[in-house]
């Protein structure tokens, strides 16, 4: 059984600095979606078992950094330059490739239960 666990959430300032952690279970590729109130989840982030290849959404690109690792079954997402527009809840997922790189929320299988980011203007 694939285990997902996210930590790291909190509130901090516009152009602050936080770091989320998934702590996990497997080989697999890994991501992070984010959803708002009242949105689709959208992709964030992802990133392969070897760390090889990683992808970001445009709107993140330059600010956010995806990162893992294995030996302690961990992957990170370090948030600098946070914009209220970051505000949403954050998801750790994981689907059954380790070598596939994509960021459609329908391609992952497993999900953790999600991390509160509120940014303050």
């Known amino acids: 059984q694939v285990q997902l666990v996210e930590s790291g959430g909190g509130l901090v300032q516009a152009g602050g600095s936080l770091r989320l952690s998934c702590a996990f279970s497997g080989s697999y590729t890994m991501a992070w979606f984010r959803q708002a109130p009242g949105k689709e989840r959208e992709s964030v982030a992802a990133?392969?078992?070897?760390?090889?290849?990683?992808a970001y959404a445009d709107s993140v690109k330059g600010r956010f950094i995806i990162s893992r690792d294995n030996a302690k079954h961990t992957m990170y997402l370090q948030m600098n330059s946070l914009k209220p527009e970051d505000t949403a809840v954050y998801y750790c997922a994981a689907m059954s490739s380790r070598y596939s790189l994509v960021l459609a929320p329908n391609q992952y299988d497993y999900w953790g239960q999600g991390t509160q980011v509120t940014v303050s203007s």
């Open positions: 990133i392969t078992w070897s760390s090889a290849r990683t």
